[in-house]
């Protein structure tokens, strides 16, 4: 049972176009962090969101945790070639527990 | 900011040779770290969770005696593919979450280390 569920787990859009990627889960999560990864590199923490409802604003990028804290979206406004990579969220749980990561979105910004 | 070096990045070798990886975090103490196996085109797969001192819980599925894994300080953990076999080839990369905090705190990882058993 996959308690992330993230989606979509493929976009490949135009340079210049917004995006939408959603993390959710059943689960009430103590926090959620995002990462980015590059190929070959190991993932790169982008943000961590804790409180329900928190909005956290990173350049271009939008990070939503959902209210319920079960649920969180990252948003692109104008995404550009250098946004192209492995998109990750991964939840906590509390405790000395390990983060739970979703299953990734892999993102393709064309020029 | 809070640096894991992972070494070596690339281990090209033949069957049956252990292969030794090590994990550092650079600028904290790290009172847990954690080991990853990551297939290509998917996600991080838990392998196992390193607390210093201690022993190391394995996920399961996960055979202990294959990766070895050692924690003994608070800033280096190592992972020793035992015998390894062109099965385990992958990439393996190790995070590090500083202490205390618990799972609110932010797990740093290294640049991983593609293995490639011949």
């Known amino acids: 049972t996959q308690l992330l569920e993230q989606s979509p787990q493929f976009l490949s859009i135009q340079e210049g176009e917004n995006l939408t990627v959603y993390c959710n889960s059943s689960?009430?999560?103590?926090?959620l962090q995002w990462y980015r990864q590059e190929p070959g590199e190991g993932p790169v923490l982008l943000v961590t969101?804790?409180?329900?409802?928190e909005v956290k604003k990173l350049k271009r990028l939008t990070f939503q945790f959902g209210d319920a804290r079960k649920d969180s979206s990252l948003h692109i406004t104008a995404a550009q070639p250098g946004d192209t990579g492995l998109y990750l969220c991964?939840?906590?749980?509390?405790?000395?527990?390990?983060?739970?990561f979703g299953k990734g979105t892999r993102l393709s910004v064309i020029a | 900011g809070a640096v894991v070096s992972q070494h070596p990045s690339r281990v090209i070798c033949k069957s049956g040779t252990s292969v030794k990886i090590e994990c550092r975090s650079l600028d904290f103490q790290a009172t847990t770290m954690f080991w990853y196996r990551q297939f290509p085109k998917q996600s991080l797969m838990l392998m196992a969770t390193?607390?210093?001192?201690?022993?190391?819980?394995?996920e399961q599925g996960v055979e202990k005696d294959k990766f070895l894994i050692n924690h003994a300080s608070l800033t280096l953990s190592t992972l020793t593919v035992t015998s390894a076999h062109p099965e385990d080839s992958s990439f393996y990369i190790c995070?590090?979450?500083?202490?205390?905090?618990?799972?609110?705190?932010?797990?740093?990882f290294g640049d991983g280390t593609r293995l490639s058993i011949l």
């Open positions: 390193s607390n210093e001192g201690s022993k190391a819980t394995y």
């Open positions: 995070s590090a979450r500083k202490g205390p905090g618990g799972s609110n705190q932010p797990q740093h």
């Open positions: 969101v804790v409180t329900g409802g």
């Open positions: 689960s009430v999560f103590s926090s």
């Open positions: 991964a939840g906590a749980r509390g405790g000395n527990t390990p983060l739970v």
